[in-house]
């Protein structure tokens, strides 16, 4: 039982480059989150789905598209990447009201 | 819309002592709250959470968090701390997504 897994771990991007983070979680949780962690700033989330096929914005959303097409997948994508996405990246699960998260994604845009 | 605050940035306490973080929340309904504890490069641990009944929590690792409705807050405790408790510690409220205070920096001094 892996629970909640992130990938890749480390990735640095020039800026307009592409990518997806992939969340994985093993624990048929319904609800999936994406928050960026910046230094004093404590965790921010950015999109979140309630179920299989559905996504909504969070806090801070600009920037960022996800989509959740199987229920034990969220992708996170950067389109054209920016500077200010440079951020520790976590995706959580939750199940009963209780989110648990996977280990992050530290990203770099250059 | 809920919000939470951690009133101190960073808490230096000399090992053995007694340690306690700050947290208060604002929210409508009766919350659901957590404590995450983050070490140096990891991601989130949950070390307690509270959705209802007896106001004083026990959580791993020796922690513990009183909630108190009339003061809109969420506490955490330990009676002596170890070397080991060294890292950033959250507090959070949650109804269908998690929202997170700016977090705590905890330094033990020997």
């Known amino acids: 039982n892996a629970g909640v897994t992130q990938t890749p771990k480390f990735r640095v991007l020039k800026t307009g480059q592409s990518m997806t983070l992939l969340c994985a979680q093993d624990m048929n949780h319904e609800y999936m989150y994406w928050y960026r962690q910046d230094p004093g700033m404590g965790l921010r989330l950015i999109h979140y789905s309630v179920g299989e096929g559905t996504t909504a914005k969070g806090e801070v959303p600009d920037g960022y598209n996800v989509s959740r097409l199987k229920k034990q997948n969220f992708l996170l994508g950067l389109e054209s990447a920016a500077p200010s996405q440079t951020s520790v990246y976590f995706c959580?699960?939750?199940?009963?009201?209780?989110?648990?998260f996977g280990q992050g994604t530290r990203l770099t845009v250059v | 819309a809920q919000s939470v605050t951690q009133p101190d940035i960073h808490i230096t306490v000399s090992e053995g002592a007694s340690l306690e973080l700050r947290c208060n929340y604002s929210?409508?309904?009766?919350?659901?709250l957590f404590w995450y504890v983050q070490s140096p490069g990891q991601g989130l641990q949950l070390l307690l959470k509270y959705f209802s009944g007896d106001t004083l929590v026990q959580g791993i690792k020796g922690f513990e968090a009183e909630f108190k409705r009339s003061q809109s807050s969420f506490n955490l405790r330990k009676p002596s701390v170890h070397w080991s408790d060294a890292a950033e510690y959250f507090c959070a409220v949650n109804d269908y997504k998690l929202s997170f205070g700016a977090g705590t920096t905890v330094t033990v001094r020997a």
């Open positions: 929210y409508g309904a009766t919350p659901y």
């Open positions: 959580a699960s939750s199940y009963s009201n209780t989110p648990f």
